[in-house]
Structures are given as C-alpha cells and as structure tokens.
C-alpha cells in the first residue's frame, strides 16, 4: 500500500516484477536503470549473502506538492518463488512477465499461480491490485502466439504489452503503463490524507 507522509509531503509506492525464474524481470530494471539514469538508482544487488532481490527507487518528482518515489523490485534469478512471496506485501501494482519461449507454458502458470497466493496472504487480490502483463522474449522465431500465451493466464490484465527486455523494447512502456494506476492511487491517498 502507498505511503504519504504529510507532514514531510512525501509519498512512496512499490511496484513488484514477478514471474517465472529466467523471464526477464533483471532485464527489465536493467532496461529502466540505463534509460533513466539521473532518477534511477539501485537500493540493493543480488550477491550471495544478500536476500535475492533486485529493487530499483525511482524519483518520479513532484505530485500536487509532494515528493513521489517508486520502489521497483523483482526476485533475482532461479530462486524459488515461494522466497519471494513477502515481496508482494505491500505491493501497490504488479508486472507479471511471462515468458513467450516454447516450453515455458507450465512455469509461466506456476508463476502466476504463486503471485494469487502471494498476493492473498498479503490480504490482496489479483482484482484489487493494478496489474499489467509483459509478454516478454517476442523476438524469438519460435515464440508462442499472443493468443496462446493469453489462454495460460487466466485473468485479463488491465493493459498488456509485448516486449524484448534485452533490446529494451517495451520496457518503458510497461513501467509508464504500470504507473498510471499507482500514481493515481498515491495521489487519492495524498488527497485523503
């Protein structure tokens, strides 16, 4: 849930990166740390002796007079998603990646399966939180159609969008896609509060 401190006028979200491990969550903060380097900056990199998480805070600037920072964070690498799942409290949106690459249809539904039960420990919904879905890895020649990758997912999205996180195509797009709805949600919070 987003935070605003009115007395400071500043408010914070976070918005989580999920999916199956090797899906491109890494890439995609990649992507944003190099396409926004003066508002961008790493909170923490994945070394052995650090929890596996990735996280980015994203300086978004001012909003009816407050200071608005983004906490992005993905789990890193092959860790199981059932580590990751205290990710998810707190979470004001989520980007779901899945993975276009043939073979992956079984991780891709595991993967979503783990947000619905992360998301429900943490007293959320699939529903009641933004959602946006990145096809990601749409440059491989065998990649499965949209139609197919949609029917693995058993939810529609509120927006979707199809990328290469390695060429950095659809990156931005997807942040900027996610962010309408929690910017929205910060400055509901900053109005109430």
């Given at each position: 849930m987003s935070y605003t401190d009115s007395l400071n006028r500043i408010s914070a979200a976070k918005i989580v990166y999920w999916g199956p491990a090797r899906?491109?969550?890494?890439?995609?903060?990649?992507?944003?740390?190099?396409?926004?380097?003066?508002?961008?900056?790493?909170?923490?990199?994945?070394?052995?002796?650090?929890?596996?998480?990735?996280?980015?805070?994203?300086?978004?600037?001012?909003?009816?007079?407050?200071?608005?920072?983004?906490?992005?964070?993905?789990?890193?690498?092959?860790?199981?998603?059932?580590?990751?799942?205290?990710?998810?409290?707190?979470?004001?949106?989520?980007?779901?990646?899945?993975?276009?690459?043939?073979?992956?249809?079984?991780?891709?539904?595991?993967?979503?399966?783990?947000?619905?039960?992360?998301?429900?420990?943490a007293g959320a919904s699939i529903e009641s939180v933004p959602l946006v879905l990145q096809y990601n890895k749409r440059d491989l020649p065998a990649a499965h159609s949209m139609d197919t990758l949609r029917s693995l997912i058993p939810v529609p999205p509120q927006e979707e969008i199809e990328a290469v996180a390695l060429r950095d195509e659809g990156t931005l797009d997807t942040l900027k896609t996610i962010l309408r709805p929690v910017l929205q949600a910060i400055k509901t919070g900053q109005e109430r509060g």
């Open positions: 899906c491109g969550k890494s890439e995609n903060l990649r992507s944003i740390l190099q396409s926004s380097p003066e508002s961008v900056r790493p909170l923490s990199l994945p070394a052995p002796e650090n929890p596996p998480v990735e996280m980015l805070h994203l300086d978004l600037g001012g909003l009816q007079g407050f200071d608005v920072s983004v906490h992005l964070c993905a789990l890193h690498g092959t860790f199981n998603l059932t580590l990751g799942e205290p990710l998810l409290h707190g979470a004001d949106g989520v980007v779901f990646i899945v993975d276009s690459e043939p073979g992956r249809e079984e991780d891709n539904q595991r993967a979503f399966e783990r947000l619905r039960q992360g998301l429900a420990s």
